[in-house]
């Protein structure tokens, strides 16, 4: 019986042992669980949460911080500011050297018109040599024939220049001169446009001289000798002029409309010399002004 009782009093001692042994880890899970609760709770109840207050990292702004963002914005509109004026500096230039370009190719054109009108050299020639016929007293038939053919072939009509002004027009009248940086390239351009002036006033005056001979004219020279039909289409050439039987003879002997035919006729010629000497002198400037200009934008390559 001792025995017995000894044995279960060792059972019941091993037993408390265990339960001694599992108190401590209960109470860890109770732990955990009611601190688990707690956290829950505050989640819960916002009101029940702790506020810690953030310390400013930045803290206050300086004067060197604002003055310093200031600078960068200025800068960036400032560098927006250079790029845009030299986009516009490059697109000025470019205009500035298609205008050169353009005008040298104006310029090219008019001598080769100039070498054509130029070797029109024998018609003021041949206007003096009118002039002098007609001022002599005594006229043969032949000199009469003469007349007819000088006065129809190089009295009404005339070889001159139709100078191309575009480009120079566009500079002046389009506000465009201000593109030509070189002070010395628009004085240049001026001075063209001075000749260009000349030139047309000598050949205003010339065309005004032309158009009253030829009404002068009509009062002495009968077209019917220089008709080849009578409808009036077509001139005779020279050679059949030569060749016409007919005798020439004007329309009047009057001394004084002759002499004042024959005056007229001297001033027509010395017109046409005028105007002449003028082109020539409007061709070398040209010359001289497309070496300048090509010198100047470098262009020797390009045209």
Same mark, same amino acid.
């Given at each position: ?69 200031? #600078?960068? $914005?200025?800068?960036?509109? &400032? ?8 986009? !516009?500096? +490059?697109?000025? *230039? ?119 001979? #030829?009404? $002068?004219?009509?009062?002495? &020279? ?8 009578? !409808?009036? +289409?077509?001139? *005779? ?67």
């Amino acid at each position: 019986m001792d025995e017995s009782k000894n044995h279960i009093n060792e059972k019941d001692g091993q037993q408390q042992n265990i339960q001694g042994n599992l108190e401590p880890s209960e109470k860890m899970m109770q732990n955990i669980s009611q601190e688990s609760d707690n956290a829950k709770n505050q989640s819960e109840n916002p009101e029940n949460m702790e506020v810690h207050p953030h310390s400013d990292s930045h803290g206050k702004k300086t004067w060197k911080a604002y003055f310093f963002e200031f #600078f960068m $914005l200025f800068l960036a509109v &400032f560098c927006g500011f250079l790029a845009e004026y030299q986009l !516009e500096h +490059k697109l000025e *230039r470019d205009r500035e050297k298609q205008f050169i370009i353009s005008m040298v190719k104006e310029l090219q054109e008019d001598l080769v018109q100039i070498d054509m009108v130029q070797k029109d050299t024998n018609r003021y020639k041949n206007l003096d040599t009118l002039a002098m016929i007609l001022l002599e007293s005594d006229r043969s038939s032949e000199d009469i024939r003469q007349t007819y053919d000088l006065y129809f072939r190089n009295t009404t009509n005339i070889a001159y220049m139709s100078i191309n002004r575009n480009t120079l027009t566009q500079l002046k009248n389009a506000g465009n001169m201000r593109l030509i940086r070189k002070m010395n390239v628009v004085d240049s351009l001026n001075q063209l446009d001075n000749r260009i002036t000349e030139l047309h006033t000598q050949l205003e005056f010339y065309m005004k001289i032309m158009y009253d001979n #030829f009404k $002068l004219g009509a009062r002495i &020279f009968d077209m019917g000798y220089l008709i080849k039909n009578k !409808e009036g +289409k077509r001139m *005779r050439s020279r050679k059949e002029v030569n060749e016409n039987p007919s005798k020439f003879d004007f329309f009047t002997h009057d001394k004084a409309t002759f002499n004042e035919f024959g005056n007229m006729m001297k001033m027509q010629a010395a017109s046409l010399h005028a105007y002449h000497f003028v082109l020539e002198d409007y061709r070398k400037y040209s010359v001289r002004l497309i070496a300048f200009l090509k010198k100047e934008y470098h262009l020797e390559k390009t045209l």
